[in-house]
């Protein structure tokens, strides 16, 4: 098939507004999702943003060089509900959530997965999880954040559940660091007068 196997350089944010499965198992060779919109090697944008009480989908994906504030490859937002199945993040990059933001009421879901080279400036190298996140037969390795702030996981005021899982080998910022429950980041920006910049 003529997407197998292939890059596809986004040149802005992927927003899934409807409910909506990406299946990717029936090609021979991973796609990959990136968020490099000039494929020169940095990330530019956010690769998937899942919106407030969408239901979606993710299997068999690669998804890398997002890069934004918080989610740099993919923002589940306020009830979104995210279930992610044999896929990869690697290389994505944020001040929070390098990987994946989870944000409060969100529901995100991942199997048969791997995190890995994701960063944060500040917490959730890996993942910042501010709902509930549930995480099976999946690797999160050499992910990084600030000093104590996750480099795997930031769990900060959710719900974490994680079995048959490794999380291990964070290059700063520990492995799991779980914090008391924040507002969601929408919120918060609102309260401070400013545009949602999501």
Request: glycine letters at 16%; proline letters at 1%; a negative charge.
């Amino acid at each position: 098939m003529a997407l197998s196997g292939t890059t596809i350089h986004l040149a802005s944010t992927l927003t899934l507004s409807k409910n909506v499965t990406i299946d990717g198992s029936a090609l021979t060779a991973q796609i990959t999702i990136s968020g490099d919109s000039d494929n020169n090697g940095t990330g530019d944008v956010r690769v998937f943003f899942v919106n407030s009480g969408v239901t979606a989908l993710l299997n068999t994906l690669a998804i890398t060089k997002g890069s934004t504030s918080w989610g740099g490859g993919i923002f589940n937002d306020v009830s979104g509900i995210l279930t992610i199945t044999n896929s990869t993040l690697f290389g994505n990059s944020a001040t929070s959530g390098g990987g994946i933001f989870n944000n409060v009421s969100g529901i995100l879901t991942i199997t048969n997965s791997t995190l890995s080279g994701n960063s944060a400036t500040i917490g959730g190298g890996g993942i910042q999880n501010q709902g509930t996140l549930t995480v099976t037969n999946s690797t999160l390795s050499g992910n990084s954040a600030a000093s104590s702030s996750g480099g795997g996981i930031y769990n900060n005021g959710g719900t974490l559940n994680y079995a048959n899982t490794i999380l291990a080998n964070s290059i700063t910022g520990g492995d799991c660091v779980t914090t008391a429950q924040s507002e969601p980041i929408s919120t918060t920006w609102w309260k401070m007068g400013l545009a949602r910049l999501l």
